[in-house]
């Protein structure tokens, strides 16, 4: 996630607003102290809305394209993002609420669609995401609640959607869950609920579907691994320090774990 930071920085970085004369349109609103908000626009048509209160907040945007949208609302301190999005019709919404929140999103093809959560009412955020996806028609949501959860998720193909929500419990919440799709029309939804749960998902093919649910307890980790098509796994935990491998090669496989307390 660094490297990546540190890549939108060295391409955006001395520019506060660019914005050919087709069309694009970039609003950006700051109230506070020490905010940086960068939007460059090439293509026609692109917009960028940006709003951030607080101390500290950085949000950096590139779009290169047309019909893409990002919104951005930053209300807290030190929030920081990097988003780019190359294509067409491309949709990001982002919201952070509380401090210390990190998002970096990358988006390249035709109506892909990003919506990120990251809140913490204890105002120690401190929630971390990364997304990528390329193809046409993917759909990402993230839900991450209270702090210190991360979630990687990365899809490749036409189709795919990606569902993760995160509600944590404790002083040091710390859920994980990290997703890779290739491949066409494969969905995947995690649930995590209380403190250091994992979760694992790589799909390669096409029409898979896990779906994940961690409550109810501390320390539990899965892994799903398909490849082929069509294959489905379900996987729920309650309780503590509970374990689950799923792997299944081949084409319409089902698996299902159930594990409580």
């Keep these: 996630?660094?490297?990546?930071?540190?890549?939108?920085?060295?391409?955006?970085?001395?520019?506060?607003?660019?914005?050919?004369?087709?069309?694009?349109?970039?609003?950006?609103?700051?109230?506070?102290?020490?905010?940086?908000?960068?939007?460059t626009q090439e293509g026609t048509l692109n917009m960028v809305?940006?709003?951030?209160?607080?101390?500290?907040n950085n949000h950096l945007t590139l779009q290169s394209g047309s019909d893409n949208e990002i919104n951005?609302?930053?209300?807290?301190?030190?929030?920081?993002?990097?988003?780019?999005?190359?294509?067409?019709?491309?949709?990001?919404?982002?919201?952070?609420?509380?401090?210390?929140?990190?998002?970096?999103?990358?988006?390249?093809?035709?109506?892909?669609?990003?919506?990120?959560i990251q809140k913490d009412r204890y105002n120690n955020g401190a929630n971390e995401a990364m997304i990528i996806q390329g193809g046409s028609d993917n759909k990402v949501r993230v839900n991450q609640r209270l702090r210190n959860s991360r979630v990687f998720i990365t899809q490749i193909g036409d189709g795919n959607k990606g569902d993760v929500y995160q509600y944590g419990a404790g002083d040091y919440v710390n859920n994980e869950a990290y997703l890779t799709q290739y491949g066409n029309e494969n969905e995947a939804d995690?649930?995590?609920?209380?403190?250091?749960?994992?979760?694992?998902?790589?799909?390669?093919?096409?029409?898979?579907?896990?779906?994940?649910?961690?409550?109810?307890?501390?320390d539990n980790q899965s892994m799903v691994l398909q490849f082929g098509n069509a294959n489905a796994a379900k996987?729920?935990?309650?309780?503590?320090?509970?374990?689950?491998?799923?792997?299944?090669?081949?084409?319409?496989?089902?698996?299902?774990?159930?594990?409580?307390?």
Excluded: P, W, Y
């Design 1 to 39: 996630m660094k490297v990546i930071t540190l890549v939108l920085f060295a391409v955006l970085i001395n520019v506060r607003l660019a914005s050919s004369q087709n069309g694009n349109m970039a609003n950006l609103n700051q109230l506070g102290q020490k905010n940086q908000a960068v939007a």
């Design 49 to 56: 809305n940006i709003s951030q209160q607080g101390d500290g």
């Design 72 to 116: 951005i609302s930053a209300e807290g301190n030190k929030n920081r993002g990097g988003h780019v999005q190359v294509g067409q019709m491309n949709m990001l919404n982002v919201e952070q609420s509380n401090d210390g929140h990190k998002a970096v999103t990358i988006q390249g093809g035709e109506r892909n669609q990003i919506e990120l």
């Design 190 to 218: 995690i649930d995590q609920l209380r403190e250091d749960q994992t979760v694992v998902v790589s799909q390669n093919g096409n029409a898979n579907e896990v779906k994940s649910t961690q409550k109810g307890g501390v």
């Design 235 to 261: 996987v729920s935990q309650e309780g503590d320090r509970n374990r689950s491998n799923v792997i299944q090669i081949g084409n319409k496989n089902n698996a299902l774990v159930e594990q409580i307390r």
